[in-house]
């Protein structure tokens, strides 16, 4: 769809002509997010300040039919940020302040731009602690956080986005600007609709504030960078780890090549990087407490197998091992095409999945790399075209893909824990939820949005 010279000059008239990209080479970075083979380009960028300008960008694209992709820091993986249909892409960037850092009631009120690590460090100069850390905490913003409801290393121990979100400000799609929750702890007043629109991809309303809880920050914390020779040591290790009764904050796991691949793309090395696969575990609390815990934990680890226990005490190693572990998904696309999967799965079928994938390995002939947050059981599986000719990989991935997702439901997983449906995985919707969901999904999504432009085609079509 082309928009008119009125349609952009209005545009122009609510959020200022500097604030409206037209230029096709000024419209190209906003049109892909992190994912790999998707993007579209919008008809034109819109960069408002104001909940009061995205109102009137509403109204306008409803009377207009004009579809909206709201979009925070792109660094999706589902293609939630890609304007599909073309149209106005919103972009947050210029909504990036944290108004307040509420150190009475322990909650933070921030713009829908403010990139995740600013409020992390924001608050760290209070004593207060903002825990989901997605891999792209340094570029990824709120609003996305909240559209995509983003897990991250930390969601063992502290949870989602969700479990933060205690208020905020939304226009509809239609344009009203409405509050919801506050500083409030509990709230049972209505159906939440704030939880509705936590994880709902950018689909029913756009965020424009939100009020986030804080916790106080951790006395101090320890890494523990295990390496295992075999996969079923260190996934066994893991699931012991989470049944010992001491609650790391991450427990992650790394397969060889995609710490390798990260060594290649940061030109550094990571301490036993032969290893056939790693865990990282990040345990934080009072100093004397979390030093109990990993020599308990490294002891459990050794027992079962591990090679070693590299202890990353002070914050130069720390970063560095976290450097490389939120490296991993950057560099595996920069390695080969690959195929980007997120499922999810009970913890007692974690042996189970990498069982049941490196069989599929075997089966199609690709490499299958994994890491990710195994203490969730929610794992990134990675399957690296490397030299498959194109025409064959084409045909081969929808078939693995349906195969890995088939495995993940009758396990009793789904097929997303943390990166979204969006375009990405929408033809695979109906293998995780039964049609009487999906439509009433559809249901909730014409009532936001009778006229279905708000990121239209994303999760399922209407
Ligand atoms: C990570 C992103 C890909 O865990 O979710 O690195
Ligand atoms: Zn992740």
Sequence with gaps: MRLDSEIINSLGDIVGKDNVLMARESLEPYSHDETPGLSHLPDVVVKPKTAEEISKIMKLANEKEVPV??????????????????????????????????????????????????????????????????????????????AECAGGARAFKYGVTRNYVKGMEVVLPQGEIIRLGGKLIKNVTGYSLMDLIVGSEGTLAIVTEVILKLLPLPEAKIDLLIPFNSIEQAVNTAVKIIKSGIVPATIELMEREAIKASERYLEKKTPFSDAEVHILVELDGKKENIEKEYEILGELALENGAIDVYVAEDKGEQDRVWEARRAISEALK?????????????????????????????????????????????????????????????????????????????????????????????????????????????????????????????????
């Design 69 to 146: 992709t709201p979009r925070a820091g792109g660094t999706g993986l589902s293609g939630g940020a890609v304007p599909w249909l073309g149209g106005i892409l919103m972009s947050f960037e210029r909504m990036n302040r944290i108004k307040e850092i509420d150190t009475e009631n322990a909650m933070a009120v921030v713009e829908s731009g403010v990139i995740v690590q600013n409020l992390e460090e924001e608050a760290a100069k209070y004593g207060l602690f903002y825990p989901p850390d997605p891999a792209s905490l340094d570029s990824c913003m709120i609003a996305g956080n909240v």
């Design 334 to 462: 920069s390695k080969s095409e690959i195929d980007h999967e997120d499922v999810v799965v009970p913890i007692s079928e974690i042996p189970n999945l990498f069982r049941n994938l490196k069989e599929l390995e075997k089966k199609y002939l690709l490499k299958i790399v994994c890491y990710g947050h195994v203490g969730d059981g929610n794992i990134h599986v990675n399957v690296l075209k490397e030299t498959m000719e194109e025409k064959k990989w084409r045909e081969i991935i929808p078939k693995l893909v349906r195969e890995i997702f088939d495995i993940v439901v009758q396990r009793g997983g789904m097929i997303s824990g943390e990166h979204g449906i969006g375009l990405a995985k929408k033809a695979y919707l109906p293998l995780a939820l039964d049609s009487a969901q999906i439509e009433l999904m559809k249901r909730i999504k014409i009532a936001f949005d009778p006229k279905n432009i708000l990121n239209p085609g994303k999760i399922f079509d209407i």
